[in-house]
């Protein structure tokens, strides 16, 4: 049994268990979920340390027939972007645990439900970054929206049935988009000599040019609408808005990622050809979109639809950087997606807890936090310090090496990407001031500083931000040499460095 | 002069549907014979038993095939047979809740509110010929999908409407409204039975046999697009349109839908669809397979118009019931993919997608028969808001039921949809493939909504609650939702067996 398998079965273990505790024991429930988080992360480290980085191809394999009569497999597999990917799943859920000790106690059910559904939507998180079969991915990817649907429509605030529908309908018709090219590509492999559903079989098939076309934008906007790309956002920010803190963090920070990693998974690996036909619009998107989030964060009154916004724009340099087709765009791509989900968590956390403590969540009833409480101020400002990619914090990185790797091939592209760095100061630290500095406004004199509990959820995630933007090595070794060779398969040779570089 | 030869008979492979004829007669006897105090629970026993005697019988014969086992009206083929059992088991399940008796009224001769009906209630006289109508349906429905003369066929087509459109007008409550839906299903179902049998003396005029194989061979032979082929299979063809409920021949399902006992209603959802796409495949797959020019383009058309039309229309509804109603036109729709795909995985993809639904259908119906207030069954679904609060696992389990038809993964609903348009993409007709998924989209949206209502809304009424199940509804449920999961999770346990029993004998 793979060590991934493992890492699947232990929260579903969890889930188990906590269903066999009484309702009432609420403390009792989060402490189950937040050890069995601990130790998944342990595990996933332990998968992390024997991972033999520089090998490109899937490590700790393992494939099972499930339905036979279709030829699909339980099949999983990690390589270098998987593993981060899975890593961040990881990681972020024990924090999102602990950070909103508290938070389920308002909601439409019991505390029981919604650890049940964080443990659940944890397995199905880790499944869909370490399936190979395509089939399998297909169900993981949309059967996870179901406990993403409970948790905001149960737990949220405001408009929470709305917006949980709106999310539901909008990711499900993306969804049967995709199980239409999905069988489609499966019916060609049948054609071709033998049906199958393994990633790396369906990748050596030789599909037609147009068939390539409608098969890729079936995969594409499934994945648009997930990641979510302008103008396929429109679900985002009244989620965000309704979701609680925690569910908010494991949305963009994780289950937004599945999108722009079924780019590179699916897309650019099944379909090269196709890839190369739309990269040229798909740049457009998503400078659009960096610009497009940008320009609304900075317009934005409501602490989360502005983090909401920021994502757009974020999630448009991560596709700019993958169908800028270079290695150093596709490693960028890949690390800023690791970034984006600890820098997201960091501003969502933070956001939550002023949210809470202040009972509203317009940015203009802030203000003079710094004075009254230094230590969530500070993290809050770091937080969004990351998502302007500030030097010195791992975001930096990332968007150096998209906009670089974007620059040998598109410069014109990169150049307005670069617009967006700009205004990403701007949206951060109009909040910041409007929030943090300034006259202490009536009803914040007493609001409290960060508790215990709190100071040691937020501690890893600083210290991730900043250790990976001064270290960044040991992410980027694990992800080069796949990135290298998924542009290898897809038939990109990264541009000949000019003279003088 | 000639002698009339003797027929010769394969007991051996008709005895599932004789069984079951045994059963119903018994019944009738019964009904005439014993008092008001046993005679219910001697009718279910009856009832269940002939069933699952029946079940047995085509377990030992699971492995035949014949086209001789009357004369050459049936065919005995793994196909038939896997039906059959499909229908036996859906019909097991359906009795189940049957057997609350409460739903059906006491006198079905009296006339609804008078007094005769009041005295009756009030001595507490159930009559439950309801039993044994339900076996003489079931027999009929097993005839149904394996008969291959166009005779035996209307037959079998007749012998499992009659009961249905008796059963239609038995509710105990709102008793108009179910004499209105069994006469219209009566009246409309009588129509569209002489359009299929002018469809079949069309058919013979233009091969000289009302064999389907005859005919298969006529049609492939002659290559003559003659006006009476074109006919014949245009009325056949409308005939059993109006029985699966194919748009523009639905009409009358939402009406009958709503009208009829509940109970009966899932029954008549789930197996009458097993019963008549079984016959719809094998007239279309075996006798006009040659003849696909003519027809396929049409119900190609009408697959798309029902399943759009369909979803449509249900997102329009108020009543759970007609809701249920239209989802089921739709899925006739994605049932009539398969037939069009006409290659061996559509086969193969339209008995599991009958299975799946038919689970479904039964758990979703017998769900609603709980949901009451005190003058019975509500219906209306702003009533059902918020009732997840109050009767969590009730709700949860009708959810799960939508889901499966709006073929979310996990659930039996979504492997059935994958293979019905892994089928139809197979066999070229990805236009249908992507009118499906549009489809598939719209009818989420309703189902949805229904979840939405459940969960995420403060109830409003609250006179309306759930009754505390009776056993045999509780154990039929189970087994509903033990099915949709396990077939959502594990599909080879069905799918192994629609690939083995998947075939027709020409």
């Known amino acids: 049994m793979s060590i991934l398998t493992v890492l699947e079965l232990l929260p579903l273990l969890g889930t188990l268990v906590i269903a066999f505790l009484p309702k009432s024991a609420n403390r009792t429930i989060k402490q189950v979920a937040f050890v069995i988080s601990l130790v998944v992360a342990a595990v996933s480290g332990v998968m992390a340390y024997r991972f033999r980085s520089g090998t490109p191809g899937f490590q700790f394999v393992e494939s099972r027939p499930w339905i036979a009569a279709f030829h699909i497999n339980y099949a999983v597999g990690a390589d270098g972007i998987a593993l ?168 963009l920070g994780v289950l937004d990622k599945v999108g ?64 800028a087709m270079t290695s150093q765009g596709l490693s960028g791509a890949t690390f800023y997606m690791v970034n984006h989900g600890f820098s997201t968590a960091a501003l969502f956390l933070t956001a939550a807890w002023m949210v809470k403590r202040r009972g509203s969540s317009q940015i203009d009833d802030f203000g003079g936090l710094q004075r009254v409480t230094p230590v969530l101020a500070w993290s809050f400002f770091i937080a969004g310090l990351s998502a302007l990619a500030l030097p010195g914090l791992s975001s930096f990185v990332s968007e150096f090496l998209v906009l670089v790797g974007t620059f040998t091939r598109y410069p014109v592209a990169a150049i307005f990407g670069t617009l967006g760095i700009v205004l990403a100061a701007l949206y951060v630290l ?56 998924v542009m290898q398969h897809a038939g990109a040779s990264d541009p000949a460095v000019k003279a003088g570089k | ?119 009756s209630i009030a001595a507490g006289r159930q009559q439950t010929e309801i039993f044994p109508l339900t076996l003489f349906a079931i027999s009929g429905m097993m005839l149904f999908p394996i008969a291959t003369d166009l005779i035996t066929l209307f037959v079998a087509l007749e012998v499992l409407s009659l009961p249905l459109y008796l059963m239609a007008g038995l509710s105990r409550r709102r008793r108009l409204l179910s004499q209105e839906a069994a006469l219209k299903y009566f009246l409309l179902g009588a129509f569209s039975s002489a359009f299929f049998l002018m469809g079949a003396a069309f058919l013979y005029g233009y091969s000289g046999s009302l064999n389907l194989n005859d005919i298969a061979t006529a049609v492939s032979g002659s290559g003559d697009n003659s006006i009476f082929l074109l006919i014949g299979i245009a009325f056949l063809s409308v005939g059993l349109l109006f029985k699966v409920g194919a748009a523009p021949f639905h009409q009358w399902t939402p009406d009958v839908y709503q009208g009829a006992p509940t109970p009966i209603t899932g029954f008549m959802a789930a197996c009458t669809k097993v019963a008549a796409f079984g016959a719809t495949l094998r007239i279309f797959y075996v006798g006009l397979d040659a003849a696909q020019w003519s027809w396929r383009p049409v119900i190609t058309g009408i697959a798309m118009l029902t399943m759009i039309g369909g979803a449509i229309a249900a997102m329009a509804q108020r009543d759970i019931k007609r809701t249920l109603a239209y989802s089921s036109i739709t899925h006739a729709g994605f049932l009539l993919v398969g037939v069009v795909a006409l290659n061996k995985s559509g086969l193969s993809a339209s008995l599991f997608y009958l299975v799946a639904y038919g689970f479904a259908t039964l758990g979703a119906f017998g769900i609603i028969t709980l949901v009451r207030d005190s003058a019975g069954e509500v219906t209306d679904l702003n ?48 236009a249908i493939v992507v009118v499906g998924v549009l489809a598939s989209a719209i009818a989420l949206f309703f189902y949805l909504r229904v979840v939405l209502m459940l969960f995420f809304a403060e109830p409003k009424d609250d006179v309306v609650s759930v009754v505390i199940p009776s056993f045999f509804t509780r154990i039929a449920i189970t087994i509903c939702f033990a099915m949709t999961v396990v077939l959502g999770v594990y599909p080879s346990l069905v799918l192994n067996m629609t690939e083995t029993f998947g075939t027709f004998l020409r």
């Open chain 1, 84 to 251: 981060v990917l899975i890593l961040l799943t990881t990681i972020l859920v024990p924090i999102v645990i602990l950070a909103g000790w508290n938070e389920a106690e308002g909601g439409r059910w019991s505390v029981k439900t919604y650890y049940m559904l964080m443990l659940v939507l944890e397995t199905m998180m880790i499944g869909v970054f370490a399936a190979t079969d395509v089939f399998l991915f297909y169900v993981i990817f949309e059967a996870m929206l179901v406990p993403v649907y409970f948790l905001i429509g149960g737990y949220g605030r405001g408009e929470r049935a709305a917006a949980a529908l709106k999310f539901l309908l909008y990711s499900l018709f993306g969804g049967l988009l995709m199980l239409a090219a999905l069988i489609g590509t499966y019916i060609i492999s049948t054609n071709q000599g033998g049906g199958t559903f393994d990633i790396t079989k369906l990748s050596m098939l030789q599909i037609d040019k147009p068939t390539q076309n409608f098969l890729f934008l079936g995969f594409f906007i499934a994945f648009a609408i997930k990641a979510p790309l302008w103008p396929f956002h429109t679900w985002l920010p009244g989620a965000a808005k309704s979701a609680t803190g925690g569910t908010s963090v494991l949305l």
């Open chain 1, 260 to 323: 722009t990693y079924g780019m590179i998974r699916f897309c650019m690996t099944l379909f090269p050809d196709a890839t190369k036909t739309f990269t040229p619009v798909i740049i457009v998107l998503a400078i659009i979109s960096i610009l497009y989030g940008a320009f609304l964060a900075i317009g934005q009154k409501d602490i989360n639809s502005l983090i909401a916004f920021t994502s757009i724009s974020h999630f448009g340099f991560i596709t700019l950087g993958i169908f």
């Open chain 1, 430 to 485: 109009l909040a910041v001031q409007r929030s943090l500095h300034g006259e202490t406004k009536p009803g914040n004199e007493n609001m409290k500083d960060l508790n215990l509990r709190e100071k040691v959820t937020i501690a890893p995630v600083i210290a991730v931000l900043i250790f990976l933007g001064f270290y960044p090595k040991p992410v980027l070794n694990v992800i080069n040499p796949t990135s290298t060779a």
């Open chain 2, 1 to 119: 002069m000639s002698t009339l030869a003797t027929p010769i008979l394969n007991y051996a492979l008709l005895a599932p549907i004789l069984i079951v004829l045994g059963g119903a007669l018994l019944g009738v006897v019964v009904e005439a014979f014993v008092g008001k105090v046993y005679r219910a629970p001697i009718q279910l026993a009856i009832a269940l038993a002939s069933v699952v005697i029946a079940f047995i019988q085509l377990w030992r014969i699971r492995g035949e095939s014949s086209t001789s086992a009357a004369i050459a009206s049936v065919s005995i083929d793994g196909a038939g047979i896997f039906m059959q059992g499909t229908i036996l088991v859906l019909a097991f399940i359906g009795l189940l809740f049957i057997a609350d008796t409460d739903n059906f009224t006491a006198q079905a001769s009296a006339i609804p509110g008078s007094a005769e009906e009041g005295a």
């Open chain 2, 383 to 430: 009533r059902w808001v918020g009732l997840g609060k109050r009767s969590p696992v009730v709700a949860t389990a009708f959810s799960f039921f939508l889901l499966s038809f709006g073929g979310v993964p996990l659930t039996a609903g979504f492997i059935g949809k994958f293979s019905i348009f892994s089928a139809a993409y197979e066999s070229g007709n990805i």
